[in-house]
């Protein structure tokens, strides 16, 4: 029961965003790259509650690393979910309330090196169990602007 006060009173204390209307599709499953190669990262257990979330949200206030955590609603699928940003200009990763299902943008997945390293710690350190396929086949990394910018102007 304590951590269901707990939960409340932490969910209410999120700062509230007006309701999401973009396109959002809900995450089982995603490409992200290790080594050089692809890996298919699948959710196989999701949390039976969000306390391992709060303590890792309060873990990065204490060290003064970035997070934005917020509360909001998804028109599209009907559910209340708790908003996770890395950073000011990451894609948010949703987290439904009642079910635990995991929502992005559907652009997002498109351009996975902006969401990727989000999902993968969101879901790591707010419980959900994750089973990585590694594969043979070879990715392309993402060159940042800037690294591309700086091999075109080595002459």
């Not at 973009?22 to 298919?40: A, P, Q």
């Not at 509650?49 to 609603?73: A, C, H, N």
């Not at 999902?119 to 990585?132: A, E, N, Q």
Request: proline share 3%.
């Amino acid at each position: 029961m304590r951590n269901m006060i707990d939960w409340d009173t932490f969910y209410k204390n999120l700062q509230w965003l007006p309701p999401y209307h973009k396109n959002v599709v809900e995450v089982r499953r995603f490409l992200d790259i290790s080594k050089g190669h692809l890996v298919i990262v699948e959710i196989k257990d999701y949390p039976l509650d969000f306390s391992k979330l709060m303590e890792w949200v309060e873990y990065r206030k204490q060290i003064g690393k970035p997070l934005i955590v917020f509360r909001t609603y998804l028109t599209k699928y009907d559910q209340h979910v708790v908003g996770i940003k890395m950073h000011e200009d990451d894609h948010p990763v949703f987290i439904s309330i009642h079910d635990f299902a995991v929502y992005v943008k559907r652009t997002a997945l498109t351009k996975s090196h902006r969401i990727r390293t989000t999902l993968r710690y969101v879901l790591h350190y707010s419980g959900y169990k994750l089973k990585y396929k590694y594969t043979k086949t070879k990715a392309n990394g993402y060159l940042g602007f800037k690294t591309k910018q700086t091999q075109l102007c080595i002459t």
